[in-house]
């Protein structure tokens, strides 16, 4: 693939996401509903709360899989570098 062709493919690429930002920008508030905030039922009972709150906290699964993902994929890196 030549320079110019090369130039030319990632200028097309570029217009594209540019044009593509814009047309999402514009249809978003079309999108958007525009609603007040429910208030809080002040009157839950302790369990709730805390059942909503140890459901909110159970975060652990998720940390987990981001570690293994990104185990996953610095290990090869780290094992690919020869220069140590």
């Known amino acids: 693939m030549t320079q110019k062709l090369q130039i030319t493919f990632i200028l097309l690429i570029l217009t594209a ?5 814009m047309a999402f920008q514009a249809a978003a508030p079309f999108f958007q509903i525009d609603t007040p905030t429910p208030e809080p039922d002040l009157a839950a009972d302790d369990e709730d709360m805390a059942s909503t709150i140890a459901q909110a906290a159970k975060s652990d699964g998720i940390t987990f899989l981001g570690i293994l993902i990104f185990l996953i994929i610095l290990v090869p890196l780290l094992m690919l570098r020869k220069s140590w």
């Open 17 to 21: 996401l540019a044009l593509s930002g």
